[in-house]
């Protein structure tokens, strides 16, 4: 999944094991009574109100043209796939009770639990989750995680164009029996099924409110909770759905999703009593908080990567592998996760993330050179390219409003400097102006991103940079990467899909379409009243297993 406001991340994927050097998860449930650092008992300010900070704002509520972290937060909550993100972030039932898979790995039969409902009380059918997958296919969607359903019979050649929507490999047999063929054995497919992108569709009322469907007073949903209201730049509600199958275990009646660009102004908020779990921990307050607040603050591995992108449909970047990677080798990511970030974040020299099932991540050829010898090399790429201080580069940083994004701008741009004499225009813009410019991509030189793993498995990461997928965000086409990733797709050997997405791993590598910086961990405040929160390497808390105990 991807989102540019710091994450999930990020097609979610669809998601996703621990990284590099993270830091051990606190505690879920907190004792009781809970004090905080004013030596106070800690209790919900509402017991039925929960209210969670959500990052910056959501791009859209429709499940299917979603693709920032902030709306899948609030989409887990208002729908639910055939599967969901279980507490150690694999997937577990959800609205199907159960599944089967047949020998050859190709084919999944789901059933349905009784009494499935809409929001509106209508029942829900098999063939609602068939059409959400139709619709995801679908070119006239332009989904961005179109490609996420890639592993079943004909999606892709429907994402081409080639075959109409209702020629995907997904049926309905009868209104509680949803089948799945793959065209290749595809061991993420539960994973991928957990993700918004392939949530179902109520049918009637998308016919009805078309491009206004997913708003508040419209969207009908089968999630535990229904859309109530949205306020563009504030917040969005969302209150207790009586029809959901599993109501009768819902602890939080109302859920408040608060968005802010600054994780300052959200941590000024959760002091102040107005909110109950924090987006993120801003960096310069994280040693006051361990001090302070050590019984509140979460911090856990998650499987996402904080990059700067590439654009490689254009000068200077274009067919110009020599001077990316002189960009990527002046960066010294150890000081970078130490003086800027400083929350136990991992170096990234490589695109996967350590801890993905089954798969030893790669790395640069470099990682492991003194920091000297690589800006001795930088500098000889550099002067190849046909840059020097008589004609330095001039390059445009893009990345979104936000404290962190910021100060890391800043770190590079000098890095930059000091070791090449590189001059960087740094450009800070809404997350929503950030995500239109680089979709036109013209506008773009070096762009600020990140990419949360949206199922346990390596293929999450790699399928970003496939040629023709949806949110390849820098245009990166390379025939030997994509020729690997087909054939994994195809390998029913795990040792050797595995093998084969290792060696996609090095060949984009050295092919600098991207300069990964580090690694994420899960980093939120939660107050002592707040108990059910789960730690896990999808950083996915759903708000209907929480429950806010008042402190007593």
Known sequence: MTTLDGARRGLRAMAVAAVLAALAACGGGQPSPATTEAGKVAVAADPTTLRRGNGP???TLDPQRARTDASFNIQRDLFEGLTAVGPDGGAVPAAAESWSVSGDGLEYTFRLREGLRWSNGEALAAADFVAGMRRLVDPATAS?????????????AIVAGQQAPDALGVSA?????????????APYLLGILAHPSTFPVHRASLAQHGAEYARPGKLVSNGAYVLEDWVVGSHVVAVRNPHYWNDAATQV????????????????QYRAGELDVTYVVPPQQFAWIQENLPGELHVSPQLSVYYYGFNLTRPPFKDNPGLRRALSLVIDRERLTKSVTGLGEAPAYGWVPRGVADYAPQQFDYARQPYEARVAEARE?????????????????????GEVHSRLAVAVASMWKEALGVETELYAEEFRALLQTIQARKDTQVFRSSWIGDYNDAYSFAQLLQSDFGINLTGYSNPRYDALLAEATRQPDPARRRALLEEAERVMLADHPLLPVYFYVNKHLVKPYVSGWSDNVMNVQYSKDLRLDGGG
């Open 57 to 59: 704002e959501p791009d």
């Open 144 to 156: 961005p995680y179109a490609q996420v359903l890639e592993p079943v019979l004909n999606a892709s």
């Open 173 to 185: 047999p009868d209104d509680r029996t949803v089948a799945i063929r793959l065209a290749h054995p």
């Open 253 to 268: 009646s109302r859920v408040h999703y608060l968005h802010h660009s600054e994780a300052g102004t959200e941590f000024r």
């Open 381 to 401: 790429l550099y002067a190849k390219a046909g840059y020097s201080t008589q004609n330095p580069l001039k390059v445009e940083l893009r990345y979104n409003s």
